[in-house]
């Protein structure tokens, strides 16, 4: 197996990604360079692998090589729950090879995620289990009822499916808990240091407090929608400034995530955190049923955003690859390294005027957008399918509406 910088004299390819400038900053691998793909993994990268050794050449002059996305906040249990959508449809235009669906699923219907969603998957298909046994059938509530939120059944179902249960979920706001105060965040507290998987924990609107949440994450923990502008749970203090306790916690190890999502990403609150120098550890979607009608709409235009904000091209697609990775807890994912699985996604710059909004309908003008062309899992590209029709209960909030007839895409 050739390694980064060299070509295997006589190798024959299935395939060879040709002349594009691959981008995989986790793994230090940067420049206008081919890659070679044999049996689902990536064989070389080297500036002139042999092309008349491959059965397949994709020309992807001016265009970035990147390993395919991960995204670390989505709802794909389509079919069963309120939010989920179906992923391969979505990943075959967008370049998100792997998907962590977070707390779709809870005890009770974690086997039919299994069997339904992650078995018949092209993508890369993960989870993170709902501490309540209902997980997220309707739009919430599902903490607050605390009999659901069965910890020894839920850690048997953990034990049999670690091979794709990466970690426990926790929505701890008032709408989820509904009057059980911060019980349901420390039953799943002790469920995370039971498995010992990390936990996942959405924050929104008071109650519990943001300091009673605070008090129960851990180093390797993930705080998501960080990025958010409304609420009591918004990490900006009374004095405009990112939260002392949130960036201890942060040195220590928290990992910040944005999780756009419809209500849970906002330009101020981003700049004010960008300018202390505060960037988040990941850059998810929170796509499902609602987020995917605009306007956070797919990875791409969320990561256009962060390129809007300042962040370099490498820091925006290392926040997409490997550091979501290294979240998970799976390293050999995220890269493209020789060796690893060719997951790998193409995309575009294109350079114009465009329009990008918050999930308060807060505009920016940005000049620059990625666009993806091509998404591969295991060497083979994704064909790009219909996507279902929306269900019926999925009605974008009245001030989010008007994004539907607006060219943000």
């Known amino acids: 197996m050739a390694t980064h910088g060299e070509a295997a004299n006589g190798t024959r390819y299935d395939t060879i990604i040709a002349g594009g400038d691959v981008l995989d900053p986790g793994a230090g691998i940067g420049g206008r360079l081919d890659v070679g793909i044999t049996d689902g993994r990536v064989a070389a990268i080297a500036p002139h692998l042999d092309r008349s050794m491959a059965r397949t050449v994709f020309d992807a002059t001016g265009q970035y090589v990147t390993p395919g996305l991960i995204d670390l906040h989505t709802h794909i249990y389509w079919g069963v729950t309120y939010w989920g959508i179906e992923a391969d449809p979505v990943a075959a235009r967008s370049g998100v090879t792997t998907w962590l669906d977070v707390g779709s699923a809870g005890a009770y219907s974690f086997p039919g995620f299994r069997r339904y969603i992650a078995e018949p998957n092209r993508v890369r298909t993960f989870a993170l289990l709902n501490l309540s046994a209902i997980g997220l059938i309707a739009p919430t509530f ?17 034990e049999e499916n670690r091979d794709i249960i990466l970690g426990i979920k926790a929505r701890i706001d008032a709408s989820t808990t509904r009057g059980v105060g911060i019980r349901p965040l420390e039953m799943a507290r002790e469920l995370a240091d039971t498995v010992g998987l990390p936990l996942m924990v959405h924050i929104g609107t008071s109650p519990p407090t943001l300091d009673e949440i605070l008090a129960l994450l851990r180093p390797g923990d993930i705080l998501t929608h960080c990025f958010r ?6 990490i900006i203090g009374a004095n405009g400034r990112v939260r002392e306790d949130v960036i201890a916690l942060h040195e220590a190890g928290l990992i910040l995530d ?16 960008l300018a202390e120098g505060i960037l ?32 370099s091209l490498p820091d925006v697609i290392e926040r ?37 909004y918050d999930t308060q309908m807060v505009a920016r003008q940005g000049t620059r957008r990625l666009v993806n062309t091509l998404t591969m899992v295991d060497g083979v590209p994704l064909p790009r399918i219909p ?13 989010q509406q008007p994004i539907t007839s607006m060219h943000t895409k």
């Not at 944005?258 to 955190?273: K, L, M, R, V, Y």
């Not at 929170?286 to 987020?291: C, T, V, Y």
């Open 229 to 234: 502008t409304q609420g009591e749970h918004r």
């Open 142 to 158: 599902e903490l607050a009822t605390l009999e659901y939120c069965n910890v020894p059944l839920a850690v048997s179902i953990i």
């Open 387 to 399: 996507e279902r029709k929306r269900m019926v209960w999925a009605n974008l909030p009245a001030h």
């Open 258 to 273: 944005i999780g756009h999502g419809t209500g849970s990403f906002g330009f101020d609150t981003a700049e004010i955190a």
């Open 280 to 311: 988040p550890d990941v850059i998810s979607s929170d796509i499902h049923q609602l987020a995917v009608q605009g306007p956070m709409f797919d990875m791409p235009t969320t990561l256009s955003k962060f390129l809007h904000l300042g962040m």
């Open 320 to 356: 997409a690859t490997s550091r979501p990775a290294a979240a998970m807890r799976r390293p050999d994912l995220g890269t493209i390294k020789p060796g690893s699985a060719a997951d790998i996604a193409l995309f575009r710059v294109e350079e114009g005027e465009y329009t990008f």
